[in-house]
């Protein structure tokens, strides 16, 4: 399983828990493709093409793999991927060193 680092901070304080599942089951498509993104260390960015808010893993984001341009969002010469999202007043960053993430020379997402 892959590793990442993360962080958490609202915009205008430090906090540590999870946003409350009332305010996540709530949450439209429209404002998540608005305050989220996956993006590379390179710069390339997508937005969710597909949310779930709860099921038994918890609430799901999905992003496409391909960008616009039709090239790949990640290949190996990427180090970092990270995912952003803001819920209310609180804000989630995390970090994925793709490094950690390659099994038998391959990228494995």
């Not at 969002?73 to 994925?96: N, P, Y």
Request: glycine share 6%.
């Amino acid at each position: 399983m892959a590793t990442g680092s993360s962080s958490t901070q609202p915009v205008s304080q430090q906090w540590s828990e999870e946003p409350p599942p009332d305010k996540v089951t709530r949450l439209r498509f429209s404002d998540l493709v608005r305050d989220t993104n996956l993006s590379t260390d390179s710069g390339e960015r997508v937005s969710p093409a597909r949310f779930v808010p709860r099921d038994r893993a918890g609430a799901k984001f999905y992003f496409p793999r391909i960008l616009p341009d039709g090239s790949a969002l990640i290949s190996k010469a990427h180090k970092e991927l990270r995912f952003e999202t803001r819920i209310g007043d609180q804000r989630l960053k995390v970090r994925f060193d793709l490094r950690k993430m390659v099994y038998k020379g391959r990228l494995e997402l």
